[in-house]
């Protein structure tokens, strides 16, 4: 299938844990993409612990702070009347005698207070809360969002790696891991959505949590079993009983490990796994994802 025929398809990865292999799947398929001729993008979503560089070892051609809009109170023009704190969802403001208290590790920054206050008393400040990375690594477009330490919302820096995401035919979005308000920024929008899973209890329970935020959503998706030929079956039953396409399996292999520690991608490293990851790549191309 031309290339031309994946023109804007952003594809996220995901899973319901850390560690079954996401980067690894994420920076072989950008890597391979790439080197099959197509105009492709990397970005690493997981701004708490970012580690696609390690990988593909881009070069930074720029780099950027991440802020998001916090509410700063004009003590003289607040009446202290407490429409704020009312308003506020999130426990992030607190009326305490003659003060009006921002507790901005809470605020979600959606900006109810500012348009409540009766005396605009309220407004906006722009807080830094990371760094946006934007380079090359060969012929793959790399961005990622470093998250400051001790920041507790992510969402805003996710959006902002994704809002950073150059034309390209495809984007492949490294998500963080689980199933809460992080992933469910990152993968918002996505044409396709691969959820890697693993052939363990805590796999296969994770793998149903995610399973559920992709129907919820409306997304598409399929799964990647990673290391296959461990653990038991369970994982296959349950997407055989739930009718989930299984897009690939990457079978259990020490030298993908030895890879890894190396900072090397897999399937730079590993023939069996640039052939399963080529495979995945042309699924993707044909649509057959439900």
Same mark, same amino acid.
């Given at each position: 299938?031309?290339?031309?025929?994946?023109?804007?398809?952003?594809?996220?990865?995901?899973?319901?844990? !850390? !560690?079954? !292999?996401? @980067? @690894?799947?994420?920076?072989?398929?950008?890597?391979?993409?790439?080197?099959?001729?197509?105009?492709?993008?990397?970005?690493?979503?997981?701004?708490?612990?970012?580690?696609?560089?390690?990988?593909?070892?881009?070069?930074?051609?720029?780099?950027?702070?991440?802020?998001?809009?916090?509410?700063?109170?004009? *003590?003289?023009?607040?009446?202290?009347?407490?429409?704020?704190?009312?308003?506020?969802?999130?426990?992030?403001?607190?009326?305490?005698?003659? *003060?009006?208290?921002?507790?901005?590790?809470?605020?979600?920054?959606?900006?109810?207070?500012?348009?409540?206050?009766?005396?605009?008393?309220?407004?906006?400040?722009?807080?830094?809360?990371?760094?946006?990375?934007?380079?090359?690594? !060969?012929?793959?477009?790399?961005?990622?969002?470093?998250?400051?330490?001790?920041?507790?919302?992510?969402?805003?820096?996710?959006?902002?790696?994704?809002?950073?995401?150059?034309?390209?035919?495809?984007?492949?979005?490294?998500?963080?891991?689980?199933?809460?308000?992080?992933?469910?920024?990152?993968?918002?929008?996505?044409?396709?959505?691969?959820?890697?899973?693993?052939?363990?209890?805590?796999?296969?329970?994770?793998?149903?949590?995610?399973?559920?935020?992709?129907?919820?959503?409306?997304?598409?998706?399929?799964?990647?079993?990673?290391?296959?030929?461990?653990?038991?079956?369970?994982?296959?039953?349950?997407?055989?009983? *739930?009718?989930?396409?299984?897009?690939?399996?990457?079978?259990?292999?020490?030298?993908?490990?030895?890879?890894?520690?190396?900072?090397?991608?897999?399937?730079?490293?590993?023939?069996?796994?640039?052939?399963?990851?080529?495979?995945?790549?042309?699924?993707?191309?044909?649509?057959?994802?439900?």
């Amino acid at each position: 299938m031309a290339a031309k025929e994946l023109i804007s398809m952003k594809v996220a990865i995901a899973s319901g844990k !850390g !560690g079954t !292999g996401k @980067t @690894t799947v994420a920076t072989s398929l950008a890597w391979l993409a790439a080197a099959d001729d197509r105009t492709v993008a990397y970005l690493d979503c997981d701004v708490e612990e970012p580690n696609g560089h390690l990988f593909l070892k881009p070069a930074f051609l720029r780099e950027e702070p991440i802020t998001r809009l916090i509410p700063a109170v004009d *003590q003289d023009r607040c009446t202290h009347c407490g429409l704020c704190a009312q308003v506020c969802r999130y426990g992030a403001i607190a009326c305490v005698e003659q *003060q009006t208290l921002i507790f901005t590790e809470l605020c979600h920054g959606c900006g109810g207070c500012v348009l409540v206050c009766p005396e605009q008393a309220i407004r906006e400040e722009p807080k830094p809360i990371g760094r946006l990375r934007v380079g090359a690594a !060969g012929r793959v477009q790399f961005v990622d969002g470093v998250l400051d330490v001790g920041e507790a919302m992510s969402p805003p820096a996710i959006r902002a790696v994704k809002a950073s995401v150059p034309d390209v035919e495809l984007a492949v979005l490294d998500c963080p891991p689980g199933t809460s308000c992080p992933v469910i920024e990152s993968v918002r929008g996505c044409d396709l959505l691969i959820l890697v899973t693993e052939p363990t209890p805590f796999g296969l329970h994770d793998l149903k949590l995610a399973v559920e935020m992709a129907r919820v959503l409306g997304l598409r998706f399929g799964v990647v079993i990673n290391r296959a030929d461990a653990g038991d079956r369970e994982v296959w039953d349950y997407c055989r009983r *739930q009718r989930i396409s299984i897009l690939a399996e990457i079978p259990d292999d020490r030298a993908v490990a030895e890879a890894y520690s190396r900072g090397e991608m897999a399937a730079e490293s590993v023939p069996h796994v640039a052939e399963r990851m080529r495979g995945l790549l042309e699924t993707i191309q044909s649509g057959a994802p439900v």
